[in-house]
T-cell receptor, first 115, second 113 residues
Framework: NAGVMQNPRHLVRRRGQEARLRCSPMKGHSHVYWYRQLPEEGLKFMVYLQKENIIDESGMPKERFSAEFPKEGPSILRIQQVVRGDSAAYFC?????????????FGDGTRLSIL | QQQVKQSPQSLIVQKGGISIINCAYENTAFDYFPWYQQFPGKGPALLIAIRPDVSEKKEGRFTISFNKSAKQFSLHIMDSQPGDSATYFCAASIMGGSEKLVFGKGTKLTVNP
């Protein structure tokens, strides 16, 4: 049973370019979370999605950032017009549907570097 | 308040010793407290978790102690091994809502042979 798959593992972009980060949840999981980790910091929540719906985007910057989780295919975190401050590790986590405790399982992240 | 405070920032323990990492929270609505282990270049992996209806949970060498009145919880690693060297994060969430995790800043544990 494959875990959460994120690609690319490393992404280099120049200032002003777009970055697209992909996340395929574990089989049977329909909930996806995106977190950002700065060096020497804990993970910060960005957005929570279910299939075709954004449930909670309270941690997402208001500009340049967007996320989607289409009916078919991976979840995408998109960063437009990247700036140096966007350099970080971006982690995706997934959990199964249902009520009650559903632990989140993390992928190995995408390390984004902005030149 | 959504903050989770974690200490110490770094910890060095000898093989066979006990590693203790502490966390404190402010939001009394939190009702799920997991600990994650992260190795360099990898994503966080769920280690052990606790609900506030119990004061302690043990899984192998790992134990969570929970003090609801003090709003504190801690991770104890018994018989620490060099393979336990990693960064440990405590977290908290509110079940039934978005269940987003609020993380502490992490503790870098080094276990010397």
């Amino acid at each position: 049973n494959a875990g959460v798959m994120q690609n690319p593992r490393h992404l280099v972009r120049r200032r002003g370019q777009e970055a697209r980060l992909r996340c395929s949840p574990m089989k049977g999981h329909s909930h996806v979370y995106w977190y950002r980790q700065l060096p020497e910091e804990g993970l910060k929540f960005m957005v929570y999605l279910q299939k075709e719906n954004i449930i909670d985007e309270s941690g997402m910057p208001k500009e340049r950032f967007s996320a989607e989780f289409p009916k078919e295919g991976p979840s995408i975190l998109r960063i437009q017009q990247v700036v140096r401050g966007d350099s970080a590790a971006y982690f995706c986590a997934s959990s199964p549907p249902g009520q009650g405790l559903q632990p989140q399982h993390f992928g190995d992240g995408t390390r984004l570097s902005i030149l | 308040q959504q903050q989770v405070k974690q200490s110490p920032q770094s910890l060095i323990v000898q093989k066979g010793g006990i590693s203790i990492i502490n966390c404190a929270y402010e939001n009394t609505a939190f009702d799920y407290f997991p600990w994650y282990q992260q190795f360099p270049g990898k994503g966080p992996a769920l280690l052990i978790a606790i609900r506030p209806d119990v004061s302690e949970k043990k899984e192998g060498r790992f134990t969570i102690s929970f003090n609801k009145s003090a709003k504190q919880f801690s991770l104890h690693i018994m018989d620490s091994q060099p393979g336990d060297s990693a960064t440990y994060f405590c977290a908290a969430s509110i079940m039934g809502g978005s269940e987003k995790l609020v993380f502490g800043k992490g503790t870098k544990l080094t276990v010397n042979p």
